[in-house]
């Protein structure tokens, strides 16, 4: 994919999903060209089990900011005639993604150093931590770590707490970059945007806490790692990607934890490019990954 | 991708290369709607070096067979239009592939078996070989063995006659699955249609003869494979497809070739069946690969 | 690993498990040299978190046929010594495999077809099947079917007759190439030798029936193969070795199928070989694999 | 491989490089049984081509410290009897590596943090580099960065600087994490101790300036990276290890550089933790890696 296509002003994305009808691709594709824009990445897939489609366009629009509300309003009526969900995102705004961590800071570290590289493009507004431990490492990038110990019995507090920093910070996405805590479903509901988790085991084998221990008791010869939207059911959001590396009898839990955290840091970060370029689209349990 | 989506009679892939310009997915969706035909799966890319437009469609269009014609000659003036290199053929349209071998066998095999698998949708009218060997082979397959022997002195006139079995069977598509003979460029021009190699190296390393036992001199800690199509110059033509696969100090050149032999049934067949299924466009001496 | 080292008649291979001591690798080795063996490949480990020792030697000795009985002998009291699980086997002894197959033939036709190319040590007396297919399969090999029909209420005298037809062929290593029944467990009790089983997903994920369904539904971005040998309790048995293929959302069921065939293909091939070529050591429920 | 080894003060590692004959391995695991030495870890390989045998060996000596000389004086006429190149190293002797880097410094920062993690057992007593631009990657880490400028009039002083700050900080291993010098071969020779050099190509395609570029124009669907030991020859020292990744045409070279920039980071990380542990060794131009 074409790196940091957000730099170009005139640049924008446009998702869409509905139900497969004769006809979408030309509506879109004749409005574009009616607006002046010029279709530079397409890709396209209709599911063939319930047949829903699915669109990722990125195109140029000379003076994209200001036609933006008029371009959108054009859109409208063909979204209507085609029941479409659709999301039209100039590639300039980034997002502002919110990174919790709790002790592992090795997912942390990876995406505040891609950041820094311009190979992710987000802003982060602040890092959210139930332990003071990462303090060190997002200091040299300048982000504020905001400190949220979780309790049993604190638990309904500190997450009103984080959420009121999700509300202030305007945050569009949470990455759960190896935090310990299990989010509640009302968290979750009330947040209403996108939360990636990357679970340090090929999902669904090994679900819940102590994969590495669970993979090295199994005598698995692979170990991975999967990065999935957060539903409420533990582990068992839509997948956005894996990855595996070969293990061996040689390789001790700790060599896996070890092993596992490059294949962690690779899986999360790859997930939330994706994410960030808006790459990935929701098919009920699934996801759609145009990349 | 979609396995088997030719034994559809009434879709059809539309395959377009063209300088990019504004209007040019419009006009060709807004045509295939007009036509009737429903978009099933679609996939372009602009490369932004020459912006140059490569676009692959696939449709279901009722009736496909009767309305081709018609299809094509609505097409036309927008092929002109907008100057587009192009391609319009029936998923049904099965190509007629002939394979040729000289002693290793491998990658014949694996095409013959993938073929009664259905999982290559093609015709194999004929195997040529310049060696006898290869006669056990195809038997089982009712497929028939055209032995030309070819040595220095008889080349041009192996050639020849090759050729003339090319056009007797109306051949689509030349593969070479390690056939040890260089066909000349007189050879290459003459026949005129894609021809397939897998040279059994990872490209551009290691070209010419003996890749593994250049690769095991060299130490490399993986040896690969490369399927291209064949241009004049040896082992320089478009790139289909690669893969590798690790070894180490206790693999000898024997054991090289006998990983190797994996890694070009993968890739050959890979390599073929996207070109089967017409997902391969050229650009230059490189290629669009849309699977 | 050095391909067909089956050849060399004086060659031996001497596999040892036991507690770990001091001296026990200094006492086989002064053994063999003193025996005129030289050690041309060694590989040992110990575990950790048992002190569990484990080791491999592969060693020429002149004249081995004749000497294997008193190298033996010479080496009992020393086994005794540590109290060693061991095995000395010459390389020229070829395992006797009985392949099991239902009606997807495609990992039987790759053991077949490998074993013709050398690049399996085996003899496969027979092939076992509860459906006819395969007959087409194995005829060009020579080798004969046994069609042995299995329902739920023959499964006992189905399987009394399988176990008469092991002994009759004296078989060493019954390999369940996607044989579709479920071996009892006073079945494999009463066979007890080895049984290689190749499970279509990555295990322990979709454990059971329908794997690859299971894995679309999931949404899962790899698919994969096990190769484990079979205890009672069912895919739950040591794994010998593990592979995945990457799969994206334009992937129905059928593609997972057909990528997937080429997964257990090779999966199967990799454990088939490492087993016939006393590579894999059992430590409790997991294995050491020397390869 | 166990993490960390190094922690055990009574662990030590022998390496062992001999031309191939009876009782070599008897005849050093005896000496290491009556030295008290209890051996935890070996690997063994004898190359069939040149009769080369290469072992190595990890053991637990109670009192290792004091008892180094004792067993190295006891090691001197077993070694010198079979002709044997060795060397023994405690495991908590930590290397002392310096770490050379110009602009990108991905690399560096990769191998400072997994230093930081304790996953790699190294001590970095200086970084030099002829851009200053690292100083604050290094400045977190406490390592002092060396700025010594390179231009084609100053070469033979800046090496000789070099050089000097090599031998003041006693320095055992020299990494080229993406320095873009080419080291003269007076300065390699003067040095005399290994260097590991990170090529951001898959060796020996791409020999020399712009990889990626030279990737891209080919076309080719694979790039890696190749961490080797650096000779005099430019890029064609011994290959350590070497990895790949996929790419395809909607990868252009700021993509290749951007994605090589992992495999870079992997592939490096990996060659200098085996390199530290012992676990490379020499076979004329190639390695012999027991990982």
Known sequence: MQALSQTNVNRARLLITCADRPGVVAAVSQLLYEQGANVVDSDQHTEPDDLRFFMRLEFDLPGLQERLPALEQSFRPVAERFGMQWQLTPAARVKRMAVFVSKQDHCLQELLWLLKKSELAAHIPLVVSNHPDARE???????????VPVTPDTKAQAEAEVLELMRTHQVDLIVLARYMQILS????ERFGRPIINIHHSFLPAFVGANPYAQAHARGVKLIGATAHYVTAELDAGPIIDQDVHRVGHRDAVADLVRIGRRVERTVLARAVAWHLEDRVLLHGNKTVVFA
Chains 1, 2, 3, 4 share one sequence.
């Open 185 to 188: 479903a009302g968290f979750i």
């Open 137 to 147: 490492v997002v200091a040299p990038f300048g982000v504020p770590l905001h400190h």
